[in-house]
């Protein structure tokens, strides 16, 4: 009799542990899960629609289905949905800097994983929701903007000889930064970059390669021409601006 009972405790023990296993395997899956689908479209090279809700939405329908045609127009993208009044999500509440937000909202993010954009739901369209959608280029400036880094965007084309130089003094300006700006390469000719070339005011007839500069609060600072020096590139990222009156403004601080 007391064999059977050794082993039935024995067994039953050995339940409750699975049991527990089980349950701790579960809420470790639902914890990953939007970070991990977000992680999958990116490494798919998908852009996301982030649905942002939390408990005081009453209804989704309406933001779902903008998110869903946005998706049917920007076909290599996916929707997810994050509510960011459950514990498991507050890592990425504040990663991406939403406990404030209004909601319900769409955040944009590229497929390298920056933080482009995000729209209400009153102001949300489908047609405006794939507009935020950055090109590859605008994509890597956003990328090191979302990790307060300075940019240092170097335009050029392969005609131009000094290109190659140029590109040696900005990783010699990101060291002397101490990692804190980072390097973003753009052909001035690439069509597809044109709009974003054309956002940044960057030249595209330009005979010699030119760098332009942006703080980490993604304010322009100034550009450098050759000859491109670290210590020039140093100076611009470190660079004061006055920000008494906005630029065009005409008044007088």
């Known amino acids: 009799m007391l064999n059977y009972l050794n082993k039935y405790n024995m067994k039953n023990q050995k339940s409750i542990l699975l049991t527990i296993l089980c349950l701790v395997f579960v809420v470790f899956a639902v914890r990953a899960t939007v970070a991990t689908d977000i992680a999958k479209a990116n490494k798919s090279g998908k852009a996301v629609f982030l649905i942002i809700t939390d408990s005081s939405v009453k209804s989704l329908d309406n933001i779902r289905k903008i998110a869903e045609d946005a998706q049917k127009l920007q076909?290599?993208?996916?929707?997810?949905?994050?509510?960011?009044?459950?514990?498991?999500n507050k890592d990425l509440v504040a990663k991406y800097r939403i406990s404030g937000a209004p909601v319900p909202m769409i955040m944009v993010i590229a497929s390298n994983g920056a933080v482009a954009g995000g729209l209400i739901e009153s102001q949300a369209t489908a047609d405006e929701l794939v507009k935020l959608i950055?090109?590859?280029?605008?994509?890597?400036?956003?990328?090191a903007l979302n990790n307060n880094k300075a940019v240092l965007i170097v335009c050029s084309s392969s005609k131009m000889t000094d290109k190659s130089t140029v590109v040696d003094e900005c990783k010699k300006a990101c060291t002397e930064l101490s990692d804190k700006a980072a390097t973003v390469e753009i052909d001035v000719t690439d069509k597809n970059e044109a709009a974003f070339l054309k956002q940044i005011n960057a030249s595209?007839?330009?005979?010699?390669?030119?760098?332009?500069?942006?703080?980490?609060?993604?304010?322009?600072?100034?550009?450098?021409?050759?000859?491109?020096?670290?210590?020039?590139?140093?100076?611009?990222?470190?660079?004061?601006?006055?920000?008494?009156?906005?630029?065009?403004?005409?008044?007088?601080?």
Do not use: H, M
């Open 204 to 253: 595209t007839t330009e005979k010699e390669t030119v760098v332009y500069i942006f703080n980490a609060k993604g304010q322009f600072t100034s550009s450098v021409k050759s000859p491109v020096t670290s210590k020039k590139l140093v100076e611009g990222v470190n660079k004061k601006l006055g920000g008494c009156c906005p630029g065009g403004s005409g008044k007088k601080c």
């Open 134 to 143: 950055p090109s590859k280029k605008q994509a890597e400036v956003l990328l």
């Open 75 to 88: 076909k290599s993208s996916v929707v997810i949905e994050l509510d960011r009044s459950a514990e498991e």
